[in-house]
T-cell receptor, first 114, second 114 residues
Framework: DGGITQSPKYLFRKEGQNVTLSCEQNLNHDAMYWYRQDPGQGLRLIYYSQIVNDFQKGDIAEGYSVSREKKESFPLTVTSAQKNPTAFYLC?????????????FGPGTRLTVL | AQTVTQSQPEMSVQEAETVTLSCTYDTSENNYYLFWYKQPPSRQMILVIRQEAYKQQNATENRFSVNFQKAAKSFSLKISDSQLGDTAMYFCASLPYNNNDMRFGAGTRLTVKP
């Protein structure tokens, strides 16, 4: 089946630790995205990548880092510099603007800082 | 930067009735896409409907249709013959043609009552 997978589904972190959230897609999409969702708010863009080895900051990139070494993978690292990391994280991919802009979403990872 | 506003945090509708969710947006772009996404309790984001701003005709997908008023920057979603499975958070989003910066509203929680 084609789609986007995120792991783990639930993640617990102690304060001061870095953690990495996994996102993999087999849709052959060029563009990939990371969003953060907090209660009562919509999705906010953390980072996006339009092509391998290239990525751009979104509105709330501080305290996060990404890499795009392979087309299929776009891992997100939540660093200790992120002051309030407890949230639901969604990864998405798309064929880009030429494909009509539609983004396909993974099932999400719930991160809780203990 | 674009902004998207959903002024109805919560709504409810009786099964088989019709409901309309409101969305307004602000953009300086002339060409853009507009989307409605559904997020059921599973938290999986699902595309409901998409509209291209240059098209005057309102998009329709089965029981879902939009009322797109470009001059008023309004993009409402109408759900006809509401079903229990329509219970979800609904997010309105906009995406300019020239970049990947998709903006989401804060969402409307819709409950369909039997």
């Amino acid at each position: 089946d084609g789609g986007i997978t995120q792991s783990p589904k639930y993640l617990f972190r102690k304060e001061g630790q870095n953690v990495t959230l996994s996102c993999e897609q087999n849709l052959n999409h060029d563009a990939m995205y990371w969003y953060r969702q907090d209660p009562g708010q919509g999705l906010r863009l953390i980072y996006y990548s339009q092509i391998v080895n290239d990525f751009q900051k979104g509105d709330i990139a501080e305290g996060y880092s990404v890499s795009r070494e392979k087309k299929e993978s776009f891992p997100l690292t939540v660093t200790s510099a992120q002051k309030n990391p407890t949230a639901f994280y969604l990864c998405a991919s798309s064929t880009g603007l030429a494909g009509g802009g539609r983004q396909f979403f993974g099932p999400g990872t719930r991160l809780t800082v203990l | 930067a674009q902004t998207v506003t959903q002024s109805q945090p919560e709504m409810s509708v009786q099964e088989a009735e019709t409901v309309t969710l409101s969305c307004t947006y602000d953009t300086s772009e002339n060409n853009y896409y507009l989307f409605w996404y559904k997020q059921p309790p599973s938290r999986q984001m699902i595309l409901v409907i998409r509209q291209e701003a240059y098209k005057q005709q309102n998009a329709t997908e089965n029981r879902f249709s939009v009322n797109f008023q470009k001059a008023a920057k309004s993009f409402s979603l109408k759900i006809s013959d509401s079903q229990l499975g329509d219970t979800a958070m609904y997010f309105c989003a906009s995406l300019p043609y020239n970049n990947n910066d998709m903006r989401f509203g804060a969402g409307t929680r819709l409950t369909v009552k039997p």
